[in-house]
């Protein structure tokens, strides 16, 4: 993954969708460490909201969650997930504030088998 994005290869969504089925933690992570981090820089629009809150981008999900982003069971996954703390918090507070707390713990509960 590194020499890909060393090279230039662009993140996309579909090699996104595969890096968050990797179910080996270690693997996962190292992909993920190469792949966001040029994710980071990029902020494509198209890559889905899910990547976007693994990475921690606050700003960026909460405006999108605001603007009424489709908010589903990989979200709270890629919530989970997410390394940033403080980002995390703030994600949470706003996915609470668009779900309400029940909604929110039903699919952190749905999100928490997907592992």
């Known amino acids: 993954a590194e020499a890909l994005v060393a090279g230039g290869a662009d993140v996309g969504r579909e090699a996104l969708l595969g890096v968050r089925r990797i179910s080996n933690?270690?693997?996962?992570?190292?992909?993920?460490a190469s792949f966001f981090a040029k994710?980071?820089?990029q902020q494509k629009a198209d890559l889905g909201l899910w990547a976007f809150v693994q990475v921690g981008l606050a700003s960026k999900v909460t405006r999108d969650i605001e603007?009424?982003?489709?908010?589903?069971?990989?979200v709270l996954l890629?919530?989970?997930?997410?390394?940033?703390?403080?980002?995390g918090r703030v994600i949470e507070?706003?996915?609470r504030k668009r779900l309400g707390n029940r909604w929110f713990d039903s699919m952190r509960a749905e999100a928490a088998t997907m592992e």
């Open 93 to 95: 507070a706003a996915l």
């Open 67 to 74: 603007n009424g982003a489709r908010v589903d069971a990989w």
């Open 39 to 41: 994710l980071t820089g």
């Open 25 to 32: 933690v270690e693997l996962r992570r190292a992909v993920e």
């Open 78 to 87: 890629s919530l989970r997930r997410c390394s940033k703390v403080e980002e």
